[in-house]
């Protein structure tokens, strides 16, 4: 089935949602279209869509409306229903010979209201972090796999040697890239449609200085100086948003002007006052990992990477970069953002203030790490999939009746509302 359907869309919003960012942001001006796909090159360029599709494992037998489909809030949190899938038009990758395409997920995203600052922050494998306003899945800067010391090289999904040791680990734009379509965004085995970086179609769609260029069917940094703040383009699982990479300069000044955020990370090559680890080899982790490990930057011998090289360039593993801040650099000065990629500032939406991350460019436009958030939540990640809705909520948004939950049981939490202590249930 080949075709674009439009729909509209009923929308119900209380008289409160209109100062609330967390309800107001959601893109969902979309979310009575059926989601597609180009499946190959030759569709692209055809401008020829796929409304359902199938590669024998992941099936979209029918079609799938994008992304978020019903928004509802209580005191406490806010519960978004979306099918995960972009509103753009998804795809290709790698031109059909992908394994993987994308399905409808049929999920709840719990995102708390009030976010809590963790006055210890954790160090976090992490995995998903949080969502998009389109209602499709964030994932952290990592793509699962790592360095195997004893088997001297990468795991891989097709090496058979696990996910390696968890000590130096892939970069998924590096190492995975290759997959991402147009949007920057990619699914695993099981269908998941999400991003590891910026979402640049996303941002196009929301406004925020990118072109389209209508004849390859891309996106691009607009070559202009940007003229306003960035939109809220997510929100991560401990309640604070993350923002396009555009901020004012001055923090807590929204008539300094407006520019690109500056990453408080460099890779390990000697500049910015690193250390360069091609000289010295992959043989300490940096210290801001160190220092969220609680643990030594000196590694024994059965935990060193590989020496850089064609095969292992630097920038290969997320452990290739400093934290600047640690190299000398002061943040506020020589760069914006603090190690997890965020900081405190006035927005257009939060005009008193409140944490915020930012999705990191560089001056080219092409995204640098850590891309979204660093390895630890300024908040605490309470937010998570849930498989219902235990408590009085009133409806925000509603585009049309949402068909049965598809549980994922791995990552699903209950959450209800326990008015007897003030706080919430999770199991």
């Known amino acids: 089935m080949k ?10 919003l209380s008289t409160k949602a209109f100062a609330d960012p967390q309800i107001t942001s959601w893109f969902t001006l979309d979310s009575g279209r059926f989601a597609q796909i180009y499946r190959t090159v030759a569709e692209k360029n055809s401008g020829q869509t796929e409304t359902t599709w199938s590669n024998g494992r992941n099936t979209q037998s029918q079609p799938a409306y994008c992304g978020v489909q019903k928004i509802m809030s209580s005191s406490n949190w806010i519960y978004v229903f979306s ?4 509103s753009q038009i998804m795809g290709p990758w790698q031109n059909g ?23 210890t922050q954790n160090f976090n494998r992490l995995g998903e972090i949080g969502m998009f306003v389109d209602g499709v899945r964030m994932f952290d800067a990592g ?10 090289q990468d795991a891989s999904p097709r090496a058979g040697i696990g996910q390696g040791d968890r000590v130096w680990n892939r970069d998924a734009l590096v190492n995975e890239g290759r997959t991402f379509d147009a949007a920057l965004a990619h699914q695993q085995n099981r269908g998941t449609y999400h991003y590891h970086v910026e979402p640049i179609a996303l941002r196009y769609e929301l406004g925020d200085h990118v072109d389209f260029d209508s004849a390859t069917k891309t996106y691009r940094e607009s070559s202009s100086a940007p003229t306003k703040h960035s939109p809220i383009l997510g929100w991560m ?10 901020g004012f300069s001055n923090p807590t000044n929204p008539a300094s002007g407006v520019r690109r955020m500056i990453s408080g990370f460099a890779l390990r090559n000697g500049e910015n006052g690193t250390d360069n680890l091609a000289q010295t080899g992959r043989r300490t982790l940096p210290t801001w990992e160190a220092r969220e490990q609680n643990r030594s930057a000196v590694l024994p011998d059965f935990q060193t990477g590989p020496n850089v090289s064609e095969k292992y360039p630097l920038g290969h593993y997320i452990e290739d970069y400093a934290y600047v801040g640690d190299c000398g650099k002061t943040l506020g000065k020589d ?3 603090d190690e997890l990629n965020g900081r405190w500032c006035v927005t257009p939406e939060f005009p008193q203030g409140t944490y915020a991350y930012f999705t990191t460019i560089d001056v080219n436009g092409q995204p640098v790490y ?7 939540f300024h908040g605490y990640p309470i937010g998570c999939l849930v498989t219902g809705v235990h ?14 939950l598809k549980t994922a049981t791995a990552k699903t939490t209950t959450i209800s509302w326990n008015a007897g202590n003030g706080g919430y249930d999770s199991r």
């Open 237 to 246: 699982q401990d309640g604070y948003p993350v923002y396009g990479p555009y």
């Open 3 to 12: 075709f674009i359907f439009s729909a509209a869309i009923f929308c119900v």
């Open 335 to 337: 760069f914006d953002l």
């Open 391 to 404: 408590e009085p909520v009133t409806t925000n948004f509603l585009a049309h009746p949402v068909t049965n």
């Open 97 to 119: 010979f992908f394994p993987n395409l994308p399905t409808d997920q049929h999920f709840i995203f719990a995102l708390p209201r009030h976010p809590k600052v963790q006055p």
């Open 370 to 376: 850590p891309y979204n958030m660093g390895r630890r």
């Open 83 to 86: 099918t995960g899938l972009g």
């Open 143 to 152: 793509d699962a796999f790592s360095y195997s010391h004893q088997k001297h």
